[in-house]
């Protein structure tokens, strides 16, 4: 038998999550950051560069498969690229904070609300990819101190991502593993990036 990695454990982790695990008291705070981040994105509607990035978005002509925060529709990627800036434009999201580090949970949601979108899939199953995501990116950030360590905390996002949107697309354990690493091991930057100003 091979041996499992740390990856691996995710991946079965991420396959096996049900939304019979998540308390109630969790759905709520889940729905409640749905709403926050809806807020934010809507806050964020006439700002300076939105504009731009909703031409560029335009210009791509993709197919439209995913709706765009404020409206129209086009690719999942071009669709979680908008609504992810929308969402993170007034920086007024959630913070999760730990001894090292931090992460913004909430960065995961124009991406998944994208692929749930082009999965079809309902609001449990949107909701518990974002818990997955969540989960992930919290308990990455509480157990390795990323920026104490040098390194940007877009990693535990990619990390994240990933796993939320394979839990959409009903990957198994392996392929959430693969993409999980794939997402990793594309994203490693160093914290630097997010000196001041920023």
């Known amino acids: 038998m091979a041996d499992l990695y740390l990856v691996d454990e995710l991946g079965q ?25 809806v807020g934010c994105a809507i806050a964020a509607m006439g700002g300076a560069m939105i504009g731009r990035i909703r031409e560029q ?74 818990a997955v995501a969540y989960e992930l990116g919290c308990r990455f950030s509480a157990k390795v101190p990323v920026m104490a360590r040098g390194l940007n905390h877009a990693l535990q996002l990619a990390m994240s991502a990933a796993a939320g949107s394979a839990k959409l697309m009903g990957l198994d354990s392996d392929r959430i593993a693969h993409a999980i690493a794939s997402a990793v091991a594309d994203n490693v930057s160093l914290a630097a990036i997010h000196s001041e100003p920023v």
């Open 13 to 37: 982790f991420v396959a096996d999550a049900e939304i019979s695990n998540v308390s109630t008291v969790s759905r709520h705070m889940l729905k409640r950051n749905v709403l926050d981040s």
């Open 57 to 130: 978005v335009e210009s791509v002509g993709a197919t439209p498969v995913a709706t765009l925060i404020g409206g129209g529709s086009t690719s999942v990627e071009q669709a979680a690229l908008l609504n992810s800036v929308l969402v993170r434009y007034v920086d007024l999201l959630d913070t999760y904070l730990t001894p090292g580090g931090l992460c913004h949970p909430a960065d995961n949601f124009g991406a998944l609300l994208a692929v749930a979108e082009q999965r079809r899939a309902g609001g449990e199953d949107f909701l518990l990819a974002l």
